[in-house]
């Protein structure tokens, strides 16, 4: 593998001194993006993703736009879902849908764990393009949901405010829950390896939905999975564990082998490092909706977040993915106010 020409994303996953922290934004390939919407106009979004042409074409629409220092695969984490013979439609204005959700063990008769290459090989082929047309500039991340969250749309059926649906299969039916769990776990796990194969260069975990568990429900119900995935990968690749509304499980975390910990906006930086043990890195925790305040006051926030968790061990990002109408300028300040930090 030839080396990556902006390495610092690389070098804060591994601790090291850098002149600044390394920027990226979750679901930064996306709506708030006039390129990404003509793409959008043309084709439906199952589609999107699974033609490498348009997949690295739009993972790599933010990175022309702005130069983040790594670059995150456009793809969905309920591909990994759909593969295991459990059908994901992505509906205009509502978002993912599934037509006949999980709801009994009985259901569970159906889920298959897929032969990856096979029913998910689309996804290799996009990383193996978007490497070609990264062209060594910068490291490319690939991603998984969490089991849990996973669970979440697969019982649900839909998104949701509170998953109750997901939360009562849980409860009332523990042992399938389990199971589906597993599965989506190992399928997840191969998953992963063929992406390193195919040439990531670091891996994200998605738990978007964890902080709807209380403490001890998440230790059983999601990290206890997220944990046995990071086991699997952390010998050949750095993995990024972001578990939103969290911050109850960071000290576990910080103790898991992950290389970085991602961390949302309800979580002070100093609380952060503070159940963590101030040794792993952390990436975040810009609150999307402050990308709402002009330019200069972004630029503004980002110099005194940068300050509070030190450049050092420290990734850029917001505390959850960009909302759709934000406007492109103010995307754009936020990366620029990074590139021009300074310490004092
Ligand atoms: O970060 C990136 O730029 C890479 C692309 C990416 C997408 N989805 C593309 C997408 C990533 C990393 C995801 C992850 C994902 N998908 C998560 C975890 C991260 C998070 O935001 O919590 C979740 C929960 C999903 C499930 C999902 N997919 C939802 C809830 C929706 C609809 C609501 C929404 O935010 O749009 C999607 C659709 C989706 N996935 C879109 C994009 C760009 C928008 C729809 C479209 O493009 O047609």
């Not at 299969?169 to 992406?195: D, N, R, W």
């Not at 972001?242 to 499980?249: E, Y």
């Not at 330019?295 to 420290?314: A, N, T």
Request: charged share 20%; net charge neutral; proline share 6%.
């Amino acid at each position: 593998m030839s080396k990556i020409k902006n390495d610092l994303f690389l070098r804060a996953l591994k601790g090291e001194t850098v002149q600044r922290p390394p920027v990226w934004m979750m679901r930064q390939a996306g709506r708030y993006l006039p390129e990404f919407m003509e793409i959008k106009a043309k084709y439906d979004f199952f589609t999107r993703c699974q033609t490498p042409e348009l997949a690295s074409e739009i993972t790599i629409q933010p990175i022309r736009r702005f130069g983040m220092d790594a670059a995150i695969l456009f793809s969905d984490i309920l591909v990994v879902p759909q593969a295991m013979n459990i059908e994901v439609e992505m509906k205009p204005d509502i978002g993912p849908w599934l037509p006949d959700p999980i709801r009994s063990a009985d259901d569970l008769d159906r889920v298959i764990i897929p032969e990856i290459e096979s029913s998910l090989g689309y996804v290799m082929d996009a990383i193996k393009m978007t490497k070609d047309k990264l062209n060594h500039e910068i490291p490319l991340i690939g991603f998984a949901g969490s089991p849990w969250t996973i669970l979440c749309y697969c019982v649900q059926g839909r998104g949701s405010k509170n998953f109750d649906k997901a939360k009562e299969f849980c409860f009332t039916q523990p042992h399938a829950a389990h199971a589906l769990l597993q599965q989506i776990t190992t399928t997840t796990i191969s998953y992963l390896k063929a992406k390193v194969a195919a040439g990531v260069d670091a891996v994200q975990l998605f738990d978007s939905w964890g902080g709807l568990l209380s403490p001890e429900d998440y230790q059983v119900f999601s990290w206890k999975y997220m944990q046995q995935i990071i086991d699997a990968l952390k010998s050949q690749v750095p993995v990024i564990a972001f578990g939103k509304g969290c911050w109850f499980a960071l000290d576990v975390m910080a103790r898991s082998g992950a290389s970085a910990l991602g961390i949302d906006w309800t979580c002070s930086a100093r609380n952060a490092r503070y159940l963590t043990g101030g040794q792993i890195t952390l990436q975040g925790n810009f609150d999307p909706t402050r990308l709402f305040s002009p330019p200069s006051e972004i630029k503004k926030q980002v110099k005194l977040m940068i300050d509070s968790f030190g450049k050092d061990r420290y990734i850029v990002n917001l505390g959850h993915g960009i909302l759709p109408n934000i406007p492109v300028e103010n995307a754009a300040a936020f990366v620029e106010a990074v590139k021009e930090y300074k310490e004092e």
